[in-house]
């Protein structure tokens, strides 16, 4: 059963970010706080001030000052090394300034997928757990394109734009397929069907390079298809539901599947010939709702179903590089939470569900977006609403960067600076 609705805040004309009241601060003003609960000493791990545990499982943390550029990006290429940003520290300035640009509420259903137009900064499309699917470009006043799903039973689990055509999409769904359709509602092909009730598909990715589709189903079966609809293999990769699987954006055939038997495996599609010819199998202690490559290839973020968020590295990707600890259990009226990385910078984005159980929570905690670093796992920013305060399962930004789009509840938010909203 759902917690308890906490009172609601005030309302207020002006849409608020990290509030600074007693029970709302920022992690800036929490920090001589948390540096005298930090523990004492220089060991592997250490108490940072977003209470966030850092393990230095894959080797060290901090590597010594580098001559060689070559060198340096070499070692940032296996993730074994911070890359400082001046461009980041300045984009995280920006945060402060996002508010609410514009928001949609088209469905009868929650949100369950979403997905940015590859070339249109602009556009999003959204999918609901009754089927519906909306393409919506928030930078005009044209009404969105919306494809009216079938209900009950057909919640769209995976949505991607086919890279090839960006006019069609890619979607999979409980309702039994993994399809190619365009935007006008026409089927233009079945890749994956179970043809029974009890099966249905739960995740999708593409590869435009390799021209492959992968899905998998709700018993653990993952399906590898080209572009063209022919099988190239159905293997049965888990021993239970499939919640996510991802291709590497920058090696192709380096495959992560995750799943609820609390396991993220990562398989080189060359080499697979049945179960256990993964590479590495990574155990979690909960059941995993999904596991995503960085834009660069060489991270892997996973995202359990109760209070852990883990970064694997290309240096040794058997063993977190850090644990991040952050409240967003799973409940079954609620979109699976899931983290996602920044196309541009090393920062981690993730919606926050309060939980009372968990040991930094406060009374009446904000339901936020919580930003993160994705090297020293230290919170950086927190967006909040008062307008809008429900839990925000998905949230991604656009391929340029500069916008977020959250899925909450039954709603839409895209988040963007104020100037933005300013010239709207």
């Known amino acids: 059963m759902a917690p308890k609705k906490r009172p609601e805040t005030q309302k207020t004309s002006e849409i608020v970010l990290r509030p600074r009241n007693k029970r709302s601060r920022s992690p800036l003003e929490l920090e001589p706080e948390a540096k005298k609960l930090c523990a004492k000493g220089s060991g592997p791990s250490r108490r940072c001030d977003s209470d ?12 010594p000052p580098c001559r060689s550029i070559v060198r340096t990006l070499h070692q940032h290429k296996l993730g074994r090394a911070s890359w400082p940003s001046v461009q980041q520290q300045s984009f995280l300035h920006t945060l402060d300034s996002y508010r609410i640009l514009q928001k949609a509420a088209p ?11 590859p070339t249109h900064p602009s556009t999003v499309a959204v999918g609901s757990k009754g089927g519906d699917i909306m393409l919506w470009n928030f930078g005009i006043k044209d009404k969105p394109t919306f494809i009216k799903g079938i209900g009950a039973g057909g919640s769209i689990t995976g949505l991607k734009f086919n ?28 890749f994956a069907s179970s043809d029974t009730i009890n099966i249905w598909f739960c995740s999708l990715d593409v590869s435009a390079s390799s021209r ?19 099988e190239l293999w159905n293997l049965r990769m888990h021993k239970k539901k499939v919640t996510h699987v991802a291709l590497n954006p920058c090696c192709d055939w380096f495959l992560a599947t995750a799943s609820v038997d609390q396991t993220v495996k990562i398989w080189d599609l060359r080499q697979v010939r049945g179960k256990a010819s993964f590479l590495y199998s990574l155990p979690h202690r909960h059941p995993v709702n999904a596991a995503c490559f960085s834009p ?48 541009r910078y090393n920062l981690i984005v993730v919606g926050r569900y ?12 904000l ?53 933005a909203r300013t010239r709207k």
């Open 52 to 63: 966030c545990l850092w393990v230095g499982l894959a080797g060290p943390q901090i590597l």
């Open 354 to 365: 309060p939980d009372p159980n968990f040991k930094s929570c406060t009374p009446y905690e």
């Open 296 to 343: 660069d290839g060489a991270r892997l973020l996973t995202t359990d179903q109760k209070s852990e968020i883990r970064v694997y590295s290309a240096s040794q990707w058997d063993c977190p590089l850090g644990l991040i600890p952050h409240p967003h259990r799973h409940f079954q009226h609620l979109t699976p939470i899931k983290a996602a990385w920044h196309p």
């Open 107 to 117: 469905f009868d259903r929650r949100a369950t997928s979403l997905a940015w137009h």
């Open 163 to 190: 890279p090839l055509n960006t006019n069609q999409f890619y979607a999979s769904s409980m309702e039994g397929t993994t399809r190619l359709q365009d935007f006008k509602g026409n089927i233009l092909r079945v």
């Open 212 to 230: 492959m589709v992968v899905t998998g189903d709700n018993v653990g079966n993952v399906i590898l298809l080209n572009m063209d609809g022919k």
């Open 367 to 419: 339901r936020t977006i919580d930003v993160f670093d994705g090297n020293s796992g230290k919170m950086m920013c927190q967006l909040y609403d008062p307008e809008s305060s429900g839990i925000s399962s998905l949230n991604e930004f656009n391929p340029m960067g500069d916008t977020l789009a959250s899925a909450m509840g039954y709603h839409i938010l895209i988040w963007s600076q104020e100037e």
